[in-house]
């Protein structure tokens, strides 16, 4: 080993959190898929209206659990009436269109030297039908 080799210090690094992009191409499979989605929502929410309704039998409005009964069961009546639109919205999408799903987040390295905004920059990851197809940085316009 080279005195060169010996003295280098490894890079200091730490991992951060950023947000990705998801956008999906529009597909029949991937309509599909959003009708299922809003199924399943529609199901628990309505299942979770019917065990708050089960806790408010026989609870008296002084109770301080039954604001909290009732405010989470106006939150579950608003996300079903969201879904009303959500299902119209999946209607008027057409094959090939790029839908916008939301963010996750993701991880990165980053060390001295590393250019921020590169790595922590706007990301995103396109599917089609579920499968990865690219990630690429977000365009910007």
Known sequence: MSNKQEK????QQITL??????KAIVTEKFKQYLHFE???????????MKEIDDKLVGLDKAHPNFKLFTDDKLRLQDELNATKSQEATIGTLKDGEMFSQGTIEGFVAVGVGDNLYDKLGGLEMIVKDGLIQKIQAAKFN
């Open 8 to 11: 280098q210090k490894p890079k």
């Open 38 to 48: 809003l199924e399943q929502a529609v199901k628990m929410s309505n299942q979770r």
């Open 17 to 22: 959190s950023r947000r990705v992009a998801i």
